[in-house]
């Protein structure tokens, strides 16, 4: 029987990163289903307005107008309906404090933007084959921070 397709959300606000990420995914030829947005508020409205079809992951940059990564976060977790969505923090920020705000607040993983396209496809890779219910059983800062 073959697996549903893996519903990915990406918000950033960086038209050029979104166009590499939607690259990548596409290299990997993985079965997919990939819905951007350009900010917080964007995924937020569409996420309640799609409860019925909920992504499995969501990849969210921290800076972005409207609605940044952190605040988009907290309304996440702190809802009873979507809060078991995985969610990676995707942002070129490598600072402590956001990686420790957004562990506190509940991401599943940090990813920092990578360099290369190599480096993202493997990071993206690496992220969409993890086994989510095992990382989170055990999730801790060790295993919180991807690095690539």
């Given at each position: 029987m073959l697996q549903d397709r893996l519903r990915i959300n990406l918000t950033d606000?960086?038209?050029?990163d979104r166009l590499f990420f939607e690259e990548a995914i596409n290299d990997l030829k993985m079965n997919t289903e990939l819905t951007t947005f350009c900010h917080g508020a964007e995924l937020m409205e569409f996420l309640n307005a799609n409860l019925a079809n909920k992504p499995d992951?969501?990849?969210?940059?921290?800076?972005?107008?409207?609605?940044?990564?952190?605040?988009?976060?907290q309304q996440i977790k702190s809802s009873p309906l979507l809060k078991d969505i995985v969610v990676a923090i995707y942002s070129t920020s490598s600072s402590e404090k956001d990686i420790e705000d957004t562990f506190i607040k509940g991401a599943?993983?940090?990813?920092?933007?990578?360099?290369?396209?190599?480096?993202?496809?493997n990071a993206i890779q690496r992220?969409?084959?993890?086994?989510?219910?095992?990382?989170t059983s055990s999730l801790n800062k060790e295993n919180f921070l991807l690095r690539v």
């Open positions: 606000d960086d038209v050029d992951l969501i990849f969210l940059d921290l800076n972005m107008p409207i609605m940044n990564g952190m605040e988009c976060l599943d993983i940090y990813l920092t933007k990578p360099s290369s396209f190599t480096e993202l496809k992220v969409l084959k993890m086994n989510w219910q095992y990382h």
